[in-house]
């Protein structure tokens, strides 16, 4: 069964700590990318990749840092730089990252910091 | 910039109802256009989408039409049902291969 996973489904973080979330692909695609949606507002992208080993800032890319050491996996590390990281995490991957590529998506993060 | 604008939610129909769910869009050159659903407690899921004007993407009895003099891609169904109610968004795919994203559009369908 090809798909995007994610987790955990709901994370919870203290204030001042740097939590990382999963997200892996086997649908055999080059890009992968990382979203935070906020209620009321379209997703804002944070990073992508469109191959293994490089990765390129988003609109949103402060206080969050992204490895793509395997073509599989894209973890996103939500650092305590981060001013606002309470948001909804959505993963997605393409196979080429071109323009008229669809992207997937996994089925989201909700991180709460407390 | 490269920008997405969605009509405010919540829309509420009754079942069997028309709907549509006006996008415009602004862009350089002639993006991809998609329009995605988001169901109560899921991810985001394609809808349809269209890549060159005049296109007409559809699926699931919904349908979207590339429209490159009004620069709209409004999503439409003849008859909707209960089954229906989500969040959709309409996007476009800029030139660096990025997504742009409407805020979103909440459908509410009752019985």
């Known amino acids: 069964d090809g798909g995007i996973t994610q987790s955990p489904k709901y994370l919870f973080r203290k204030e001042g700590q740097n939590v990382t979330l999963s997200c892996e692909q086997n649908l055999n695609h080059d890009a992968m990318y990382w979203y935070r949606q906020d209620p009321g507002q379209g997703l804002r992208l944070i990073y992508y990749?469109?191959?293994?080993?490089?990765?390129q800032k988003g609109d949103i890319a402060e206080g969050y840092s992204v490895s793509r050491e395997k073509k599989e996996s894209f973890p996103l590390t939500v650092t305590s730089a981060q001013k606002n990281p309470t948001a909804f995490y959505l993963c997605?991957?393409?196979?080429?990252?071109?323009?008229?590529?669809?992207?997937?998506f996994g089925p989201g993060t909700r991180l709460t910091v407390l | 910039g490269n920008s997405v604008t969605q009509m405010e939610g919540p829309v509420t129909l009754s079942e069997e109802a028309f709907l549509t769910i006006n996008c415009t869009y602004t862009a350089t050159g002639y993006p991809s256009l998609f329009w995605y659903v988001q169901y109560p407690g899921e991810g985001l899921q394609l809808l349809l989408k269209?890549?060159?004007a005049d296109d007409k993407g559809s699926n699931k009895g919904f349908e979207a039409t590339y429209r490159k003099e009004t620069t709209s891609f409004h999503l439409e169904k003849g008859s909707v049902q209960v089954s229906d109610s989500a969040v959709y968004f309409c996007a476009l795919m800029d030139s660096n291969y990025q997504l742009i994203w409407g805020a979103g559009t909440k459908l509410i369908i009752k019985p």
């Open positions: 997605a991957s393409s196979m080429e990252g071109t323009s008229t590529d669809t992207q997937y």
């Open positions: 269209a890549t060159k």
């Open positions: 990749s469109q191959i293994v080993n490089d990765f």
